[in-house]
T-cell receptor, first 113, second 112 residues
Framework: NAGVTQTPKFQVLKTGQSMTLQCAQDMNHEYMSWYRQDPGMGLRLIHY???????DQGEVPNGYNVSRSTTEDFPLRLLSAAPSQTSVYFC????????????FGQGTRLTVV | EDQVTQSPEALRLQEGESSSLNCSYT??????LFWYRQDPGKGPEFLFT???AGEEKEKERLKATLTKKESFLHITAPKPEDSATYLCAVRSYSNTGNQFYFGTGTSLTVIP
């Protein structure tokens, strides 16, 4: 039982490049979320999903896209990377609405130069 | 504006020296308050959920309590392995839907 798996662990992008952060969970959770963690800011919710085919915006959605085609996977797409998107990104899944007793992945450290 | 504030930012304790971490919140439509532990380089690990004022939860040396404006995480006789950053988060519901806010955390160091 792997829990929540994020790939890659580290990534460096040039400004304007696009990429997808992968997140997969094997706990059959309906709810999945993406957060970014910045020094002095705490974790901030980017997007979340309440089930396959259903997504919604969190606190800081601009510059990010998500989709949920299966229960297991919830990728986060950066359309045109900017230095302001340098951060540590965490994916989480939970039995209930976002945050409730959530299981987090190990994080992806993204640097945009 | 919804807000979650944790204090202190950092706390150093001697092993066995009990203390409390504070999480104060101002949100409309509170739907739950959550405590997490985060070790360096890792994702947060869920500890407790509290839903209503007066509720208490315990796990080993940790006890979480909730009032209408704040939550406390009490650490009794801490050990060095309790060293971590403790995060508080709240879920609220308003006309904009579900929102979820984390505090910036309290970094706890327990000295042997």
């Amino acid at each position: 039982n792997a829990g929540v798996t994020q790939t890659p662990k580290f990534q460096v992008l040039k400004t304007g490049q696009s990429m997808t952060l992968q997140c997969a969970q094997d706990m059959n959770h309906e709810y999945m979320s993406w957060y970014r963690q910045d020094p002095g800011m705490g974790l901030r919710l980017i997007h979340y999903s309440v089930g396959a085919g259903i997504t919604d915006q969190g606190e800081v959605p601009n510059g990010y896209n998500v989709s949920r085609s299966t229960t297991e996977d919830f990728p986060l797409r950066l359309l045109s990377a900017a230095p302001s998107q340098t951060s540590v990104y965490f994916c989480a899944s939970s039995y209930n609405v976002p945050g409730t007793e959530a299981f987090f992945g190990q994080g992806t450290r993204l640097t945009v130069v | 504006e919804d807000q979650v504030t944790q204090s202190p930012e950092a706390l150093r304790l001697q092993e066995g020296e009990s203390s409390s971490l504070n999480c104060s919140y101002t949100v409309s439509g509170l739907r739950g308050l959550f405590w997490y532990r985060q070790d360096p380089g890792k994702g947060p690990e869920f500890l407790f959920t509290l839903y209503s004022a007066g509720e208490e939860k315990e796990k080993e040396r940790l006890k979480a309590t909730l009032t209408k404006k704040e939550s406390f995480l009490h650490i009794t006789a801490p050990k060095p392995e309790d060293s971590a950053t403790y995060l508080c988060a709240v879920r609220s519901y308003s006309n904009t839907g579900n929102q979820f806010y984390f505090g910036t955390g309290t970094s706890l160091t327990v000295i042997p």
